[in-house]
């Protein structure tokens, strides 16, 4: 298996590069065609280029951001930022009213947007993201994103979206506690990398990890890991998490010593929690109780965690929780509601060549 430290395949051609394509993409049917071909294309033509060089339009995002059209709401015409490599120090901040925005880089690893805010400060969590994305129909793809704040800053954002039909693809979110706020809307990330420690993905959104790998790291001693908190308040709420053909491993610097911390997949941060782990291999770090109940409050009996035909030394179940709300789920049709055709659009996947995919399961 391949190292989650690896960065995305970049071909160099006489100075510059080109991005790797990675055939057999499936997006939802709510993303337009032609933002299908974007996200698959190699070459896209951008409206701005960031180069801290000084070979593009601006040497900062946040200074190309500022130079998008003032109000986007409601545009249907797709506006381009293409990010050169390089590591950019700057908090980035995609607004309400600038929709139908695509940042696409050079890839994982190689084109990186950084920071350090985090709670002990003196910010609160919904202040520390390295990149928050309000606009809605947002598109992100070969770029990495992360929070350096560490395991003893407690929560530290590298990217919150409240941006509704948003797709990230080929990215890489790093931090430790609070990595991703998935904050509501309507999210898929598609072939992503997800590294941290605490509730690093966490929010109410109804959103889709597919083809992802989610790296758990060490984290401070005495500190259990859990990689994902839902915030569902009522059953009225459509929301939750669903993970899908993925990967939850050790990631580098906690494989060595995994045994002396223990990983889960969730815990509960709403009454109503709700997230599904399907078709996804756990690795041997996973607790054989696989949920945590919230700082050692019993488990709210509305909550809905399912696992579906998962794989790896990590996926026996036969010692998970025993509380009402959890299900080993046995029937497809049920774990069909939170395939992305049924829990984001209701419609079915488009298939595309090369990886073999059925749609839904």
């Known amino acids: 298996m391949a190292s989650y430290e690896q960065s995305s395949m970049l071909i160099s051609t006489g100075g510059q590069h080109k991005r790797h394509r990675r055939l057999g993409l499936l997006f939802p049917e709510w993303v337009a065609a032609a933002d299908r071909k974007l ?48 590591v950019y120090k700057e908090y980035v901040e995609i607004p309400s009213s600038m929709e139908n925005l695509m940042m696409t880089g050079d890839g994982i690893d190689a084109t990186v947007v950084t920071g350090n805010r985090s709670v002990k400060d003196g910010y609160r969590t919904f202040q520390t993201p390295t990149f928050g994305v ?54 898929f990330y598609r072939n992503c990398d ?48 669903s993970i899908h053909n993925s990967v939850v491993a050790a990631a580098s610097d906690l494989a060595p010593v995994q045994g002396l911390f223990k990983t889960y997949l969730g815990r509960p941060w709403g009454n109503y929690s709700r997230t599904v782990v399907m078709k996804t291999e756990l690795g041997d770090l ?15 009996d509305t909550l809905y965690y399912g696992e579906f035909m998962n794989t790896g030394a990590g996926a026996d179940t036969s010692r998970r929780v025993t509380w009402p709300g959890y299900h080993v789920i046995n029937n497809s049709s049920e774990a069909e509601k939170f395939t992305v055709g049924s829990f984001l659009s209701g419609d079915t996947w488009i298939p595309a060549t090369d990886i073999p995919f059925t749609p839904g399961l």
């Open 39 to 86: 996200l698959a294309d190699s070459d896209v033509n951008p409206d701005l280029v960031v180069a801290q060089d000084g070979s593009g339009d601006y040497r900062s995002i946040v200074e190309a951001v500022a130079a998008v059209p003032k109000e986007r709401g409601g545009s249907t015409t797709r506006f381009v930022i293409y990010v050169k490599a390089g």
């Open 134 to 187: 309000s606009g809605n129909g947002f598109i992100a793809r070969d770029m990495t994103f992360q929070n350096t704040a560490g395991p003893k800053k407690e929560q530290a954002v590298a990217l919150l979206s409240q941006s509704n039909l948003s797709v990230f693809y080929r990215c890489s979110f790093k931090g430790y506690q609070d990595t991703l706020y998935v904050h509501s809307q309507t999210q």
């Open 194 to 241: 997800v590294y941290g420690t605490i509730d690093f993905i966490f929010g109410n959104a109804t959103v889709v990890f597919q083809n992802c790998n989610l790296c758990v790291r060490r984290p401070m001693s005495g500190q259990k890991n859990t990689v994902t908190a839902q915030g569902r308040n009522s059953s009225d709420e459509t929301t939750g998490i």
């Open 286 to 300: 996973i607790d054989p109780a696989g949920w945590l109940e919230w700082d050692d409050r019993p488990a709210p």
